[in-house]
């Protein structure tokens, strides 16, 4: 018997899936399946039925796969945790890729197709037309290679330590010590986690270079020129285009790099070096104390502050958050053996959101939380307005405005983290300025994986001189890297997202700019900016991107007419705080 851990979840009333059910049992899944393909969809009354089937038993399946993945997330050294994993990676997942196929082509050729009402299903008959499309049985084997290739760069980057200040700590640990007024404890600190990912910069590079093949055959399979074509319809992008991205990325040059300049030049006149070096970047310039907003040994106190600030901003917002509990829906503390970064799953049986992350301390601890708290509300509210699971999710472009408000929306709330006014006012300038500074590793990430997957056969040298050339165009002149070519060459190992989930960044870029109109609006109407919040975000997956950014009062564009404005408006808040 594999270990898994027993959160407690609410179980919902079935019709379709026997309440026993175990996921883990392809057995017990493929007559449920075998009677779906087999049921006859003459009329729409008939298709709706079916729909509601195949979604409950996509919702429980969705789930089980989803929870192995947070357990293994949170304990990747588990060995009975990794063997759940990977049977379901293994053993379930490639089966149901090519069984979840079936049933798309059975929907799109269904006679009862015709009578559905357009305005609901049009988004989801669209969405499933593209996945049909780009199915091939062949994809199947090679998607599970790659996902067993992420396992192999989660353990690594979990099983990372060093010791520093009497005691092991993980890599995110020790970026408390970035803000540490002395000098040369910020670049020991440095220094030593740099050299810590360079140990196993090979095994990183080789992991990224097979998962760089099997994608592009992937591709090739598919009928694809190269992955970011196929990318583009897998993530279902009918919006926009790679050109637009690139436009993007160069607004975001012309735009937001003077402004990084800018910003790091009263950096290095207020610390008073000659240079800016990769250890100066998150200390304060006037010498004050590290912001410390919670003791990480104390996570239940991290979560009833930023509960205060959801009850701030709108005491619904706190009742919402107030049900998640340690354990069924919340994973906060960095240790050994845990997966980098941080996530919102949303699981879609029970529905009920989990939150994960490396909390360390840090200011940008609390800005993770009230993101990941802003997912969470997504989907409680889609969840509650949608009954088809599979309707319930947004495009991420949307998703990630959903977080992104909620850290503006809670960064005039600091105050519940600080005793000193001053304090709070530090930690919003932190976040404005991180905002600024955002864009330009964005468009860096985003550039890189364009260069990446439009140029097939590259060589890991190659590769490494593109991302030198495309992230020295968004590196500040003020910043010094000489004698670090090697921990400059392979920051981007850092990203998870170039592992996971190609393709996913821009998404950040594009929902930076729908957030912060929400938040002018916010400062301007709160009661007016959190209907249109909460109406955005109850719509789910049944509107196209631009009608769900029209719904919560913004518009989706990330053009340097949209852009240039609101950036101003982050320079002029800015202005009115205290240094």
């Known amino acids: 018997m594999t270990k898994t851990i027993e959160r407690n979840l609410p179980v919902p009333a079935r019709t379709f899936v026997p309440a026993d059910l175990n996921p883990a049992q392809w057995d017990q899944l493929q007559p449920l399946y075998d009677a779906l393909l087999a049921r006859e969809l003459d009329n729409a009354d008939a298709l709706e039925a079916w729909l509601a089937d195949y979604s409950e038993l996509s919702a429980a399946v969705g789930e089980y796969g ?244 959801f009850r701030r901003i709108d005491p619904a917002l706190a009742t919402d958050f107030a049900t998640m509990t340690f354990g069924r829906n919340l994973d906060l503390d960095s240790r050994k053996g845990k997966r980098a970064g941080g996530f919102q799953a949303s699981l879609t049986e029970s529905q009920q959101p989990f939150i994960f992350m490396n909390a360390a301390g840090l200011q940008r601890d609390v800005d993770t939380l009230l993101h990941e708290g802003g997912h969470a509300f997504h989907f409680m509210w889609a969840a509650k307005n949608e009954p088809l699971s599979f309707m319930q999710h947004a495009p991420i472009e949307f998703c990630e405005v959903a977080s992104m408000s909620m850290e503006l929306m809670g960064c005039d709330h600091y105050g519940v983290y600080y005793d000193k006014p001053e304090e709070a006012a530090r930690a919003k300038r932190k976040q404005l300025e991180g905002i600024i500074r955002f864009f330009p590793w964005m468009a860096t990430i985003d550039m890189f994986q364009h260069w990446v997957y439009t140029h097939p056969g590259h060589s890991i040298e190659d590769r490494t001189k593109a991302w030198l050339d495309i992230s020295g165009r968004f590196t500040s002149p003020e910043t010094d890297w000489s004698g670090l070519g090697d921990v400059q060459a392979a920051r981007w190992h850092a990203q998870l997202h170039l592992f996971h989930i190609p393709f996913y960044y821009v998404e950040y870029g594009i929902a930076q700019l729908g957030a912060l109109q929400l938040w002018l609006k916010y400062k301007q109407d709160p009661k007016a900016a959190l209907e249109g919040y909460r109406a955005g975000l109850s719509l789910g997956g049944t509107k196209p991107l631009p009608e769900l950014f029209e719904g919560a009062g913004i518009k989706f564009d990330f053009s340097a007419a949209t852009m240039e404005p609101l950036i101003a408006a982050v320079e002029d808040e800015l202005a009115l705080l205290p240094d």
Not at 91 to 107: D, G, T, V, W
Not at 166 to 177: E, I, N, P
Not at 252 to 275: F, H, Q, S
Not at 281 to 305: A, I, K, W, Y
Request: some cysteine; hydrophobic content about 30%.
């Open 66 to 309: 989803s929870l192995r993945n947070i357990d293994y997330a949170c304990h990747t050294d588990d060995a009975d945790i990794e063997k759940a994993y990977m049977h379901y990676v293994e053993n379930i997942a490639p089966k149901l890729s090519p069984l979840y196929n079936q049933l798309r082509e059975k929907y799109l050729a269904a006679p009862g197709l015709s009578g559905l009402n357009p305005e609901r299903y049009d988004i989801l008959t669209r969405e499933w037309k593209a996945s049909s499309e780009l199915f091939r049985e062949a994809n199947v084997p090679l998607g599970t290679k790659v996902t067993k290739l992420n396992s192999d760069y989660d353990k690594l980057i979990g099983e990372m330590q060093v010791e520093f200040d009497g005691k092991t700590q993980t890599l995110q640990q020790m970026a408390r010590y970035q803000e540490e007024t002395d000098r040369s404890v910020r670049e020991e600190a440095w220094r030593l986690s740099a050299t810590r990912r360079l140990d196993d910069r090979a095994a990183i590079d080789g992991i990224f270079q097979n998962m760089f093949e099997i994608r592009e055959q992937v591709a090739k399979n598919a009928d694809c020129p190269n992955y970011l074509d196929y990318s583009w319809k897998s993530w279902q992008r009918f919006d926009y285009t790679p050109k637009d991205c690139t436009d993007f990325a160069d607004t975001i040059e012309r735009v937001v790099m003077p402004r990084v300049a800018g910003l790091d030049r009263a950096r290095r006149e207020k610390l008073g070096v000659d240079t800016l070096r990769p250890w100066d970047g998150s200390v304060d310039p006037q010498g004050r104390s590290p912001l410390r907003p919670f003791n990480p040994d104390d996570p239940q106190r991290m979560v009833e502050r930023a509960t205060e600030i």
